[in-house]
């Protein structure tokens, strides 16, 4: 999200100075957006490799990465900067010119897709049932416990059988937490994959990480629930 915000920044930046400029050459968006993702990668590399190797150690603190990345992305501009796109009759250079900057307004809008798509509902909905559960178990304190709830839900085993995984799906997954008194709320929409068939439920949840009411969808057919606790 931050890298797609970032680079749709550095496109509509040049993009505005591209039309304020009066000079002979005039900044190219694809050499600035190529400039400052390279420097931002390269200074970043430290947690990206954690990432790559899906560890939790850092040997240098990530408060001192960022700052890092964001300067040498900077830098990764103003070099960028010297490479300008100039005026030119050229058949070749005007076909070059505006390739480059093509490629920097398709930067823009795949900055804009991934930012619907992770806003649009749950990212990960392609992963399978089982990685969707461990995941969420990693993800939400108490996640275990709602697991425990759907599968001893009368009205939920009904529909589905037995219950084997219970995983985030499309829809709203989210937990907010509240160190004061109101405790901690969120919402869940799950896919409730049974013996018998997949569901969908949503439950809304307040104080505690446990699911009680909610909606359950089976077969097209959507239903009140109440799971007791």
């Given at each position: 999200?931050?890298?797609s915000?970032?680079?749709?920044?550095?496109?509509?930046?040049?993009?505005?100075?591209?039309?304020?400029?009066?000079?002979?050459?005039?900044?190219?968006?694809?050499?600035?957006?190529?400039?400052?993702?390279?420097?931002?990668l390269?200074?970043?590399?430290p947690?990206?490799?954690?990432?790559?190797?899906?560890?939790?150690?850092?040997?240098?603190?990530?408060?001192?990465?960022?700052?890092?990345?964001?300067?040498?992305?900077?830098?990764?501009?103003?070099?960028?900067?010297?490479?300008?796109?100039?005026?030119?009759?050229?058949?070749?250079?005007?076909?070059?010119?505006?390739?480059?900057?093509?490629?920097?307004?398709?930067?823009a809008?795949?900055?804009?897709?991934?930012?619907?798509?992770?806003?649009?509902s749950?990212?990960?909905?392609?992963?399978?049932?089982?990685?969707?559960?461990?995941?969420?178990?990693?993800?939400?304190?108490?996640?275990k416990?709602?697991?425990?709830?759907?599968?001893?839900?009368?009205?939920i085993i009904?529909?589905?059988?037995?219950?084997?995984?219970?995983?985030?799906?499309?829809?709203?997954?989210?937990?907010?937490?509240?160190?004061?008194?109101?405790?901690?709320?969120?919402?869940?929409?799950?896919e409730?994959?049974?013996?018998?068939?997949?569901?969908v439920?949503?439950?809304?949840?307040?104080i505690?990480?446990?699911?009680s009411?909610?909606?359950?969808?089976?077969?097209?057919?959507?239903?009140?629930?109440?799971?007791?606790?």
């Amino acid at each position: 999200m931050g890298l797609s915000l970032y680079l749709l920044g550095i496109c509509a930046t040049a993009v505005i100075f591209q039309g304020m400029s009066s000079q002979a050459s005039k900044i190219e968006p694809s050499f600035l957006v190529l400039g400052g993702t390279i420097g931002l990668l390269v200074g970043s590399s430290p947690i990206l490799l954690n990432l790559l190797l899906q560890t939790s150690y850092y040997p240098i603190s990530p408060l001192i990465i960022l700052p890092f990345a964001f300067l040498l992305s900077i830098v990764g501009i103003r070099i960028a900067c010297e490479f300008p796109r100039r005026k030119s009759s050229s058949h070749q250079r005007v076909l070059l010119s505006r390739i480059s900057t093509l490629i920097g307004w398709l930067v823009a809008l795949l900055a804009l897709t991934v930012i619907w798509i992770n806003n649009s509902s749950f990212p990960g909905i392609n992963a399978a049932s089982v990685v969707r559960e461990q995941w969420a178990n990693q993800e939400f304190n108490g996640y275990k416990g709602v697991v425990e709830t759907i599968k001893t839900c009368q009205p939920i085993i009904k529909q589905v059988g037995r219950v084997k995984y219970v995983a985030p799906t499309s829809g709203k997954n989210y937990v907010i937490s509240d160190h004061g008194s109101s405790g901690h709320r969120g919402e869940f929409t799950l896919e409730v994959v049974g013996e018998q068939g997949i569901g969908v439920t949503n439950f809304n949840f307040h104080i505690d990480t446990v699911v009680s009411s909610g909606q359950l969808t089976y077969q097209g057919k959507t239903q009140e629930i109440v799971c007791r606790v």
